[in-house]
Structure formats: structure tokens, C-alpha cells
């Protein structure tokens, strides 16, 4: 009806996804529910092209009246975005899809009982406790399921399950005025995939509270991190924020064409530099995968309607691709988009989102990684992170840094900092641990847009090492 | 266009309705707004959305959950409440857990501009042109946004008690870029009516173009003057790791054991008052609690943090109103921060510097260090040297790494003007006068 009424009133393009979504959350903290949550959202979003210009209204009222008045709602909006446009809106061409597609799981996280996920957070939570100076534990469980219906005026109807699981803790140990934390299997909540249950049972999440604990604590007492340029090797899980941030954002088409300019910025990757700017060392080789199971940013197709692909951004240092939409595809002539455009529930309108980017895992031994190091810092686990608005300029805090001294990790340091330059940073990359090391991190929490929304992804990484990179911050 | 705070009440009273007999509490919150978003001088984005959202949470005991559904049909909210009693079943008992509060008298925040919920893509569209011809005129791009709409809240539970909000914003956001530089200016208003496009516009288009050809200067040390909105981007983060009850109780914060301890400089007073003439919201808390207004810091001495009843409880104190949805694992929040003004104006600040660099905004702020509040940013949009009190040269953007505690002690002069920001993710808003900083620590520099 939507589509039919949209083209009756004149739009060019119109496309309607019907959404239902639920979650359920789990958070226990310090022995009490920090959260026990269910919900339920369902609602609409249409989308239309109208004398060139896009218009998008969403409604969570499912009845035939609302769908006309919203409907109206975007025909009205596009035809008002008309009057400020440079260039119609031309779609990149995409064959129509009529398919099913569903996250492949093993275990319904949403059938599990309750009981079961409490008792875990409970015995982690009694674990992590033990010391009085842990002030803070907090063990979490989410799941997502999505349901997406999409239809276009172009012949596209794909009606898709997407389910996303994820769990994990973290202590916060307090002794004065010193501050420390530390989260298993990753910081800001844990480790999320595109995985039933057994995702949960697979982290082994009890045994690993006793060291992360410890860690915690030890932290309180340990050194402050070098001031100097040295020898980094980072953990796998930071390169992957690292992915995300500096080369993630750095390469949606959205942002290089200046419209995030006003908010998240622009990006240094430039139209010019596609196939011709190193990025990195020879070593560096990146990739985006929407088919890559347990992916967070896995799909059949995106809210375009765009199939799932794979393909390269850098290889072998070198920059030589973007992640598009059909209309950032279509606005420079490219045959087809890369399938990246996402949209945060039915409520929000679909703009280009990172994908799973991943760093190609490499031929070394991680241990011999850090044998090789004479003087360095091995940092782990994100704590901070903040890169400029062209994605040049980064600087990350992790929970936990070791000094490397003799090609031996040494002693603790606290709030391990680093900063670099991106180009500069990827380029003196001289040695990425092997696929033994390699894992698909989940990131649940990346924000663009405006209104503002967030979207989860995953990048897959193993520990990697800089050369000469400034550790700690300058006075 | 119905009373959206009576068909919220009304949304919330029916909820309460199907508790059957469960201790329960109801949250509802709606919306309608639109945002029209702007870059290279065309419209690039136009869209506008309802929301509801109808949060259920039943008590037994010491032992809560919570179901969220937008479906407020009797089944939707039956099957909610069903839910919500089927988890609670699950749990051990969570000291932290508070029974219902009662009523309790709530001043209204009146902050509703019927004229601004009812604007529509055609006045947004005429705004945005403006400002993107008046851009054109100056040779520069344009990008930004232009949005209005309403959003209310209601909360009732099975004590009796029901209070409900309504309030709009607009905001205009405009950047002005050319090829090597960019300028930026924003304001938000319950009244889209009073939002100056073309004054905005002219900020940003002047900042633009006195930000061509900036040139490189060495991290290190500098005064600085921050522009009202980037003091908001520092009061933001004290409201998430400073002025909260919860982190005050655990000892993670800059607050934490010193009440009554001169903290900042004697020119700093920061509050939290939804009632200011420049902020809105509702004057309630989650649970429905009155919100109070609340000195936080007086003449740079710590004085409070805000509390819910469960951190009240802890420190012995009582609730400023200042709860989430319970139970929460962020605490209470202060949503509507003040640092309250001084007596320069911006032209004064600048004359009276030697050398110094005056800052627009900061752009990806994020916390290093809670105790002493250490953050990292960077400038963004305007940044410039200052040299014998004038504005000398434009400069390449710079990454601060900065205690905040540290720079609230070191406060030489600040401004009468105060502008409000809003939180870019969720509610909040902060109003800020620009600040002079002596000893503001910038620890890199970028290519641009």
C-alpha cells in the first residue's frame, strides 16, 4: 500500500521496511539487578525519491490510515528537499532481491531460561567481588533479534532474521585516588557476535573472573605509562577499535563527500587517493565482509537492498576501496554499491554504516613478536578513544599495558596511552600475529548520523606491532 | 494536533491499569520530531518520525524488571506486564531495590511552543536555504542541520502516583566550509521562532573564512579561550563522571570525599536546574520524584552531587530527584547543568591576552583518567592564535589532554554571555560562558 500510494503521489522510488525488534538484557551488578529487561519495538519507516530529493517518515502505528499519512509525510518532505538540491538522487543499479534470510544460530538466546543467564551473572559477579577493592562488578548478557521486511517500488521484497548475542564483565578496583578497571573478554560490555547462546558458552565467562579480578587490583599499584616513542604491539581486540576508527570511518563515501561534515566530520581519504594513497605498510591488507559468519554487520542484504558482497580497502597498504550506498554509489557513476547502507530500527533512516572490516591476519608468532623487542609497551583492551574529524589524529587509553624489556614482557603500567598519526600509524606496521590469533570482535556501540544512530559491526584482527610510536601523553 | 501530555497521562494511566494487582511503575515516553540535514549546499537527508515507548516495571519484593513495548493496545500491554512478572520470578533479592515512592508535589516546567511542534519541511527547507545562500554568497559550502519537534514524558505507579511533561526544541547547525577551512554555529530554543538562522549563518561563514591558511603551531602549554561550546563539551563529561550520586558513593570520581573542599577556582558555581531560564525538562525524576535544583559547586568549593533514593540511601542523604529508569546502573544524572556566568565579555577575554589560543568547540572528547577528570579532544572549527588581544592567525586543529579539575582551578576571566548545548546522544543540556584557561595542556596536532 505504502508503494502504491507513494507512486500515486508522485515519487520515483519508494521503499517500506516493517521492523519488529526485541531485546533482552541482563546486568547484574555489585549482587543486585543493575537491569532485567525485555522490550518489544515495532513500527514503519517509508522512504521515498520525489522530484529528485529524498523524504523518509516512521511511525510505530501499524494501521492502514497511519501508513497513508506517512506515507503523505515523506512525499511532502522530498518535495520540500527539492528545493534545496544540487543533483537528483540517482540510484546505483541493483537486480530486485525475493529472498529469506536468517542469522544461522545453534541456540535461541531468548529460549534459554532466565534462571540459567542470573545464575551465571551471579557467579561472576561473587567472583569478582572477592576483593574489597573491587568497588564496581558488573556482568551483562544482551541479545537482539531483528525482523526486517523490505519491499521497494523496484520489485525488491527480502524479509530477513538478523539475531546478535553478547556478554562479558568488568571490576573496578578503587584504592585512594587511583581508579582502575578491567573487562573480560572486552571492555564496554563484553564480546558480541551474530551467534545464538552458545556464543555465552563459548567465553567461558567464570573462569577468567579470578585474573581479571587480580588485574584490576594489581593495576592500583602499578606504573604510570612511558613518555616516549617506542615499540608497540597492541592486542587483538584493540586493533580491531583501531580498525574501526581509523580506517572504518575514515572510508564511508558518505563522509569523504562532506555529509557529516556538520557532525561526525569529514574524512582525509579523499576521491583521489582510491587506488593510489598507501594507507599502510606492505603488510596491510584490509577487508570488508558481509558474509562472514558471526559478523555483527552480516547480512543477506543491506536496508537498500543490496546483497551481501566482500571486497577490499586496502591491499597490501595500498587504499583501494570505499564502503558505499546505492546513492553515494549512484551520485559518482559506480556500477554498484557495496552494500553498507543500515539503518537503527524502523524509526531511522537507512546512511552508510562501517561494515566488518577486518585486518588480514599474518604470518607471525606473537611471541616471537615480542621476543624480538628490545624496549616497547604491549597494550590491551580499549579504554579510550577520540580521532579528529578527518581521521588523522587519534589518541587511545587501554585497561592494561606491560613494559617490554629483552623481548620479555615486564612489568604492569597503567592507563596506557598512545597517539599517532593514521597513515603514519598503519605504516609502521611491521608484523601481524597469524590466523591462531585472530578473532572477530563486535562492536555494538558505533554512533553517526543525526538524529543519532547506532549500529553494531564487527572487525576481525590479531595483535599487530608499531614501530616508533608515541607512548604516554606529552606535558 | 491532540495535547500530547494529556494523551501521555492518559497512555500511562491505562498501562497502570492492567498491573492486576502487582506493585508496578510506568514510564512512558512520545515524541514526533523531524530533523533536515544539510551538506554541500542541498538538502541531503529530510525526516521525521512518532515514537512511543511504554516501559513497565513490577516489584516483588526486592526483586524488579523492567518490559519495554510500543504497543499500547490492552493486549501489547498485558503481554508486557506478563513478562515483566514472569522475570521478576528469576531473580535473588537486590538490596538496592526501593519501594514505590509516593506523591509528592512537582512545579511544572511549562516548555511547550505549540508553533514549534507544528513546523514543518517547508519552514525547515526556508531555513536551511538562508543559511546555504547566505554561505553561497561568501564562496563556501554549507552543512548542517535544522530540526523541531516535541517530546513528553509521563510516570505513574500503583501508589497513586502520576506527573507528566511536555516540552520542544529546534536546532540550527550550520557549518560554513571551504576547501582548507571550516566555521560553525549552533543554537537550540524551545522556540523555533527564536532561533536567529541568518546570525548563525554569519558566525560560521566568518569563522571560515578567518580559518584559511592556518598554519601549524607546537603542542604544549598555552592559555586558552573556550567558546561556550566547548565548555559545555567539558561540563558533559563532569555530569557523566563527576556530579552522579552513584560514582560519588564508590569513590570514582573527582567529588568523591570532598564535599566541602575548595575543588575548583573561587569563580566557579556550578548548579543543576531544570527551571533555568535557558534549559528545560521535566521537573520530575523517573520514579516521579520532584526534581530540585542543586548547587553543586560554590565559589570553586564542592558543595553536592545529585542522588536518587537508592545513593541517598547510601550516603545518608536524601534524593535531589535526580533518578533513571530503576534500577540503574549509570545512577542518578544530572541533566540540565549550569556553570554560571561571569562578568567579561568575549572582546574583553581577547584584549586583555598576550598569547593565547581561542577555541570554538571540541570535536570526540573522551574521558583518560576519572579522578582528576583527565580528558582528550580535539578543536574543531575555528581555532585560532591570539596574540597582544587580538585574534592574530588562524591555527591546524590541536588534541588537548587536559584535567578538567586542574583547569577549573586555573579560570582567569569568564564571560556574561552564556549559551545552552544539547547532549548529542539522549537528554541533557548544558549552558556555558566562555572561559579563559591559563596552562591548558595540548598534547599533539593534526594536518588540517
Redesign the interface.
Known amino acids: 500500500m505504502a508503494l502504491s500510494e507513494a507512486k500515486k503521489l508522485g515519487a520515483t522510488y519508494a521503499d517500506i521496511r516493517l521492523i519488529t525488534t526485541e531485546h533482552e538484557r541482563v546486568v547484574i551488578r555489585n549482587g543486585n539487578i543493575g537491569s532485567l529487561d525485555s522490550s518489544v519495538s515495532r513500527g514503519f519507516g517509508v522512504r521515498v525519491i520525489c522530484d529528485g530529493a529524498w523524504g523518509f517518515a516512521a511511525s510505530p502505528q501499524m494501521e492502514e490510515a497511519e501508513v497513508r499519512r506517512v506515507t503523505a509525510l515523506a512525499v511532502e518532505i522530498a518535495r520540500a528537499s527539492s528545493r534545496a538540491k544540487e543533483k537528483d538522487v540517482v540510484l546505483a543499479p541493483e537486480p530486485p532481491a525475493q529472498e529469506i534470510w536468517m542469522t544461522p544460530f545453534v541456540e535461541d538466546p531468548f529460549k534459554v531460561p532466565m534462571g540459567e543467564k542470573l545464575d551465571l551473572c551471579y557467579a561472576v559477579d561473587e567472583v569478582l567481588r572477592k576483593s574489597p577493592k573491587i568497588q564496581v562488578a558488573e556482568s551483562s548478557m544482551l541479545f537482539e533479534r531483528e525482523h526486517c521486511i523490505l519491499a521497494t517500488s523496484e520489485g525488491t521484497f527480502a524479509d530477513q532474521v538478523l539475531l546478535h548475542s553478547g556478554a562479558g564483565y568488568a571490576a573496578t578496583a578503587v584504592e585512594g585516588s587511583e581508579v582502575q578497571v578491567r573487562s573480560y573478554p572486552n571492555s564496554f560490555g563484553g564480546q558480541y557476535m551474530a551467534l545464538g547462546y552458545e556464543l555465552v558458552r563459548s567465553l567461558h565467562l567464570l573462569r577468567e573472573a579470578e585474573r581479571v579480578r587480580e588485574e584490576a587490583v594489581a593495576l592500583l599499584a602499578a606504573k604510570p605509562c612511558p613518555k616516549r616513542k617506542t615499540t608497540l604491539i597492541l592486542d587483538g581486540s584493540q586493533v580491531a577499535l583501531q580498525i574501526h576508527e581509523s580506517v572504518g570511518h575514515a572510508t564511508e563515501l558518505d563522509r569523504v563527500l562532506g555529509m557529516e561534515a556538520n557532525f561526525a566530520g569529514t574524512s582525509f581519504v579523499t576521491l583521489e587517493k582510491e587506488g593510489k594513497f598507501r594507507y599502510g605498510s606492505d603488510r596491510v591488507n584490509l577487508y570488508c565482509d558481509s558474509t562472514i559468519p558471526g559478523g555483527l554487520a552480516t547480512f543477506g542484504f543491506d536496508d537498500d537492498g543490496v546483497r551481501a558482497q566482500r571486497w577490499d580497502i586496502v591491499k597490501n597498504g595500498m587504499f583501494v576501496g570505499y564502503q558505499t550506498s546505492r546513492e553515494i554509489a549512484g551520485r559518482l557513476g559506480r556500477p554498484r554499491s557495496t552494500g553498507n547502507s543500515r539503518a537503527e530500527g524502523w524509526s531511522h533512516i537507512p546512511i552508510i554504516r562501517n561494515g566488518n572490516l577486518s585486518l588480514e591476519p599474518g604470518d607471525a608468532d606473537f611471541n616471537k613478536m615480542i621476543a624480538e623487542v628490545d624496549d616497547g609497551v604491549y597494550m590491551e583492551t580499549n579504554k579510550s578513544w577520540s580521532i579528529d574529524q578527518q581521521r588523522l589524529n587519534f589518541q587511545f587509553t587501554c585497561e592494561l599495558g606491560r613494559e617490554i624489556r629483552g623481548g620479555k614482557l615486564q612489568d604492569l603500567v597503567k592507563n596506557p596511552t598512545y597517539q599517532s598519526i593514521t597513515p603514519d600509524f598503519w605504516g609502521a606496521c611491521d608484523a601481524i600475529a597469524g590466523p591462531a590469533w585472530w578473532t572477530l570482535w563486535g562492536v555494538i556501540n558505533c554512533g553517526k548520523g543525526q538524529p543519532g544512530q547506532i549500529a553494531a559491526m564487527s572487525h576481525g584482527a590479531s595483535p599487530a606491532r608499531f614501530r616508533d610510536i608515541q607512548v604516554g601523553v606529552p606535558d | 494536533m491532540k495535547d500530547p501530555q494529556a494523551e501521555i497521562e492518559s497512555v500511562t494511566r491505562k498501562a497502570l491499569e492492567h498491573a492486576d494487582g502487582s506493585e508496578a511503575e510506568v514510564i512512558v515516553g512520545a515524541s514526533e520530531?523531524?530533523?533536515?540535514?544539510?551538506?554541500?549546499?542541498?538538502?541531503?537527508?529530510?525526516?521525521?518520525?512518532?515514537?512511543?515507548?511504554i516501559t513497565v516495571r513490577v516489584l516483588k519484593g526486592k526483586?524488579?524488571?523492567?518490559?519495554?513495548?510500543?504497543?499500547a493496545d490492552s493486549a501489547g500491554l498485558e503481554r508486557a506486564f506478563a513478562?515483566?512478572r514472569?522475570?521478576?520470578k528469576?531473580?535473588?533479592q537486590?538490596?538496592?531495590?526501593m519501594p514505590l515512592p509516593n506523591r509528592e508535589a512537582v512545579q511544572p516546567n511549562p516548555a511547550y511552543e505549540a508553533s514549534t511542534a507544528e513546523v514543518?519541511?517547508?519552514v525547515?527547507?526556508e531555513a536551511?536555504?538562508r543559511a546555504?545562500a547566505a554561505c553561497k554568497r561568501a564562496g563556501l559550502?554549507a552543512?548542517?542541520?535544522c530540526?523541531s519537534g516535541w517530546s513528553g514524558v509521563g510516570v505513574g505507579n500503583t501508589t497513586g502516583l502520576i506527573v507528566s511533561h511536555k516540552d520542544t526544541s529546534a536546532t540550527f547547525?550550520?557549518?560554513a566550509?571551504s576547501d582548507d577551512s571550516?566555521g560553525?554555529a549552533e543554537a537550540s530554543s524551545r522556540d523555533f521562532g527564536e532561533i536567529d538562522v541568518d546570525e548563525l549563518a554569519s558566525v560560521a561563514i566568518e569563522k571560515a573564512q578567518a580559518s584559511r591558511k592556518a598554519q601549524s603551531i607546537e603542542?604544549g602549554?598555552y592559555v586558552v579561550l573556550l567558546e561556550p561550546a566547548a565548555v559545555a563539551d567539558l561540563l558533559q563529561f563532569m555530569a557523566w563522571f563527576g556530579f552522579g550520586g552513584l560514582g560519588f558513593a564508590?569513590?570514582?570520581t573527582f567529588m568523591a570525599g570532598k564535599l566541602g573542599q575548595k575543588v575548583f577556582g573561587e569563580n566557579i558555581t556550578i548548579k543543576d536546574d531544570a527551571f533555568h531560564p535557558q534549559q528545560r525538562g521535566m521537573p520530575f525524576d523517573f520514579e516521579g520524584l520532584p526534581r530540585r535544583p542543586v548547587t553543586l559547586i560554590e565559589d570553586g568549593v564542592a558543595k553536592a552531587v545529585v542522588h536518587d533514593r537508592v545513593t541517598a540511601r547510601r550516603v545518608k542523604t536524601e534524593t535531589t530527584g535526580h533518578a533513571l529508569p530503576q534500577?540503574?546502573?549509570e545512577g542518578p544524572f544530572p541533566l540540565n547543568l549550569i556553570l554560571c556566568p561571569g562578568n567579561s565579555t568575549r572582546e574583553e577575554m581577547i584584549a586583555s591576552t598576550e598569547r593565547g589560543i581561542l577555541v570554538t568547540r571540541f570535536?570526540?572528547?573522551?574521558?583518560?583518567?576519572?579522578?582528576?577528570l583527565v580528558l582528550?579532544?580535539?578543536t574543531?572549527d575555528g581555532t585560532f592564535l591570539i596574540e597582544k588581544g587580538k585574534v592574530a592567525r588562524p591555527l591546524k586543529?590541536l588534541?588537548f589532554?587536559q584535567s578538567v579539575v586542574e583547569a577549573l582551578g586555573n579560570v582567569e576571566q569568564i564571560s556574561v554571555d552564556e549559551k545552552t548545548m544539547l547532549s548529542?546522544?539522549g537528554p541533557g543540556a548544558y549552558t556555558a560562558p566562555a572561559l579563559k584557561i591559563r596552562n591548558f595542556?595540548f598534547?599533539?596536532?593534526?594536518?588540517?
Open positions: 520530531s523531524a530533523t533536515t540535514r544539510f551538506s554541500e549546499s542541498s538538502i541531503s537527508q529530510n525526516v521525521s518520525r512518532r515514537d512511543l515507548a526483586c524488579t524488571a523492567r518490559v519495554t513495548t510500543n504497543d513478562t515483566a514472569d522475570l521478576v528469576y531473580q535473588r537486590s538490596p538496592d531495590v514543518g519541511a517547508e525547515r527547507a536551511v536555504l546555504v559550502r552543512a548542517g542541520i530540526s547547525s550550520v557549518s566550509q571550516s560553525w603542542p602549554r564508590e569513590g570514582r534500577p540503574s546502573t570535536h570526540y572528547t573522551n574521558l583518560v583518567e576519572p579522578i582528576e582528550t579532544g580535539m574543531r586543529n588534541r589532554t548529542d546522544w595542556n598534547s599533539s596536532g593534526t594536518g588540517f
